[in-house]
């Protein structure tokens, strides 16, 4: 019996402290996060939108860094079709988020994190973690959750997972594939 109660006691102290991803088709869980231009930013922001792109990065792991250029480009081109990009950063600070966003040149919502719940909920493990949702009668719901594309390395990239999903929404078809594995640096949650 004192095995099986060690057994529960450490399960829950790991799953509490370890984010998970909502289930696919759940509601999006909402948030309301400043940007970089101090104003706030909620899922109400986007009333007329069909959908959300909504990714998590930060500015110092390599991997990001690397992603930074392709948000830009899926916000160039999905905003003209209703899905607007918004990249939660859970780990930096708001000078430096406003430092990168203008040096970058930064065209999509970037929000700050600050107390880290909307990263943990939507289970942000590591940066470039990306949701897919889309608009509905009474709110958003998660379509996609996973990578942005297969290879951190832009050259060798096979498959753009969320193109190809985009692709499948607007044609008002199935996604083939919703659920990836994002590979980038661990998000380090604060206790």
Do not use: W
């Not at 079709?81 to 988020?97: I, K, R, Y």
């Not at 709110?139 to 990239?157: C, L």
Request: glycine share 4%; aromatic share 10%; with cysteine.
């Amino acid at each position: 019996m004192k095995t099986l109660l060690i057994f529960v006691l450490s399960f829950s102290f790991f799953t509490s402290d370890t984010p998970t991803a909502p289930f696919l088709n759940s509601k999006a869980i909402a948030f309301e996060l400043k940007n970089v231009n101090g104003e706030t930013i909620s899922m109400n922001s986007f009333k007329n939108s069909k959908g959300i792109i909504l990714t998590f990065l930060t500015n110092n792991c390599p991997i990001a860094k690397m992603y930074q250029n392709r948000v830009k480009a899926l916000q160039e081109k999905y905003s003209k079709l209703g899905f607007v990009v918004v990249a939660v950063d859970p780990a930096d600070s708001m000078e430096d988020m406003k430092k990168v966003a203008s040096e970058k040149g930064f065209n999509f919502y970037y929000l700050h994190d600050a107390n880290q719940k909307t990263s943990f909920s939507y289970g942000a493990i590591v940066n470039t973690h990306t949701c897919i949702l889309v608009k509905e009668k009474d709110g958003y719901k998660i379509v996609y959750i996973g990578a942005i594309d297969d290879n951190r390395d832009e050259s060798k990239i096979t498959e753009k997972y969320i193109e190809t999903a985009i692709a499948s929404i607007l044609a008002k078809e199935e996604i083939k594939v919703t659920t990836t594995t994002a590979k980038g640096c661990v998000i380090t949650y604060r206790k």
